[in-house]
C-alpha cells in the first residue's frame, strides 16, 4: 500500500506520493472509491507515467505529475483534454509570464518542444461516470533521458523555480473555474493552437494522409481539409476525434 501526504487544495482533497507508478492510475482507484469532483493526485516522480496511445511519459524527479477527478460523462473528455491544456498555459503564463502554445490535442509546447502533456480518461461503468485527467509538466530539463533530445523541452532553461506543488494548485485552481464554463475556453485554446493553419500528416482509412487543419470543434475534435490523391479530385474535410497528428515545419520535416 503506497502511503500519500494528505493536502487540500481548494476546498478538494488531495494525496501526494514520495512516487507512484502512474498518478492517473490513483486517481481512478481513488474515483472508483469515490472521490468527489476536483479531488488531485500527485507525485514526485513517476515510474510508469502514460501518455495518449500507450506512450510512456518520463517523469524525472523535479517535474509536475498531478491527475484530476471530475464528474464528467465520456462524451466531456474531448472538451476536458482542451480545458487541462489552456489551464497549464494560464498557469504558466499567470505565475512566470511563460507563453505557451498547443499542439491538437494535448502537447503544451514552448519553443517548439514539448513541455508538457495531457491524458483523460474515463470511468464510466460508475453509477455517476467520472473522468481523471493527468497533467504532466517539465519544469526543467534536468533528469530528462537524451532520446528526448529535439523533442522534449521544459518551462526553465535549468533549475525551476516555480515548484510543482505552486504551479500544481494554479493549474487545479483554473481547471475547476473552467469546468462549469466548458466551452466556453475554446476561443483561447484555438489562439494558443499551433496546428491550426498548418499542413498536418495523419492515418487515415488506412494510408498516411495529409491536409491543412482549419479548426478545432468545440468538443476538441480537428478538423482537416485533406490534400487529394489525385488532380481534379474534390478535397475532403474531415473531423479527427482523437489518434496522431504531426504538423508540417517550414523546412519541411513534420513532427
Given at each position: 500500500?503506497?502511503?500519500?501526504?494528505?493536502?487540500?487544495?481548494?476546498?478538494?482533497?488531495?494525496?501526494?506520493?514520495?512516487?507512484?507508478?502512474?498518478?492517473?492510475?490513483?486517481?481512478?482507484?481513488?474515483?472508483?472509491?469515490?472521490?468527489?469532483?476536483?479531488?488531485?493526485?500527485?507525485?514526485?516522480?513517476?515510474?510508469?507515467?502514460?501518455?495518449?496511445?500507450?506512450?510512456?511519459?518520463?517523469?524525472?524527479?523535479?517535474?509536475?505529475?498531478?491527475?484530476?477527478?471530475?464528474?464528467?460523462?465520456?462524451?466531456?473528455?474531448?472538451?476536458?483534454?482542451?480545458?487541462?491544456?489552456?489551464?497549464?498555459?494560464?498557469?504558466?503564463?499567470?505565475?512566470?509570464?511563460?507563453?505557451?502554445?498547443?499542439?491538437?490535442?494535448?502537447?503544451?509546447?514552448?519553443?517548439?518542444?514539448?513541455?508538457?502533456?495531457?491524458?483523460?480518461?474515463?470511468?464510466?461503468?460508475?453509477?455517476?461516470?467520472?473522468?481523471?485527467?493527468?497533467?504532466?509538466?517539465?519544469?526543467?530539463?534536468?533528469?530528462?533521458?537524451?532520446?528526448?533530445?529535439?523533442?522534449?523541452?521544459?518551462?526553465?532553461?535549468?533549475?525551476?523555480?516555480?515548484?510543482?506543488?505552486?504551479l500544481a494548485k494554479k493549474i487545479h485552481e483554473e481547471l475547476l473555474q473552467g469546468y462549469p464554463l466548458m466551452?466556453?475556453?475554446m476561443e483561447e485554446y484555438r489562439q494558443r493552437c499551433l496546428t491550426l493553419g498548418k499542413q498536418v500528416a495523419?492515418?487515415?482509412?488506412?494510408?498516411?494522409?495529409?491536409?491543412?487543419?482549419?479548426?478545432?470543434?468545440?468538443?476538441?475534435?480537428?478538423?482537416?481539409?485533406?490534400?487529394?490523391?489525385?488532380?481534379?479530385?474534390?478535397?475532403?474535410?474531415?473531423?479527427?476525434?482523437?489518434?496522431?497528428?504531426?504538423?508540417?515545419?517550414?523546412?519541411?520535416?513534420?513532427?
Amino acid at each position: 500500500m503506497q502511503t500519500f501526504e494528505p493536502l487540500t487544495f481548494h476546498h478538494s482533497p488531495a494525496r501526494l506520493y514520495e512516487q507512484a507508478d502512474s498518478t492517473n492510475r490513483l486517481a481512478l482507484e481513488w474515483a472508483r472509491e469515490g472521490a468527489p469532483h476536483g479531488a488531485l493526485v500527485m507525485a514526485k516522480t513517476q515510474l510508469s507515467g502514460r501518455g495518449r496511445t500507450g506512450r510512456g511519459f518520463e517523469s524525472p524527479p523535479g517535474g509536475l505529475y498531478m491527475s484530476v477527478v471530475l464528474d464528467a460523462p465520456a462524451d466531456k473528455i474531448g472538451q476536458i483534454t482542451t480545458l487541462a491544456g489552456v489551464a497549464v498555459c494560464r498557469a504558466a503564463d499567470s505565475l512566470r509570464g511563460i507563453p505557451l502554445r498547443i499542439k491538437w490535442v494535448n502537447d503544451c509546447m514552448k519553443d517548439g518542444l514539448k513541455a508538457g502533456g495531457i491524458l483523460a480518461e474515463g470511468l464510466m461503468q460508475l453509477e455517476k461516470p467520472k473522468t481523471v485527467v493527468g497533467i504532466g509538466v517539465n519544469l526543467s530539463p534536468l533528469g530528462l533521458s537524451g532520446s528526448l533530445q529535439g523533442k522534449a523541452g521544459a518551462l526553465f532553461e535549468d533549475i525551476s523555480p516555480i515548484t510543482p506543488l505552486e504551479l500544481a494548485k494554479k493549474i487545479h485552481e483554473e481547471l475547476l473555474q473552467g469546468y462549469p464554463l466548458m466551452p466556453g475556453h475554446m476561443e483561447e485554446y484555438r489562439q494558443r493552437c499551433l496546428t491550426l493553419g498548418k499542413q498536418v500528416a495523419f492515418p487515415w482509412q488506412g494510408q498516411q494522409r495529409t491536409g491543412i487543419a482549419t479548426n478545432v470543434l468545440d468538443s476538441g475534435a480537428l478538423v482537416v481539409e485533406m490534400d487529394s490523391l489525385s488532380a481534379g479530385e474534390p478535397r475532403e474535410h474531415i473531423t479527427l476525434l482523437a489518434g496522431e497528428v504531426s504538423v508540417r515545419s517550414p523546412s519541411g520535416a513534420y513532427w
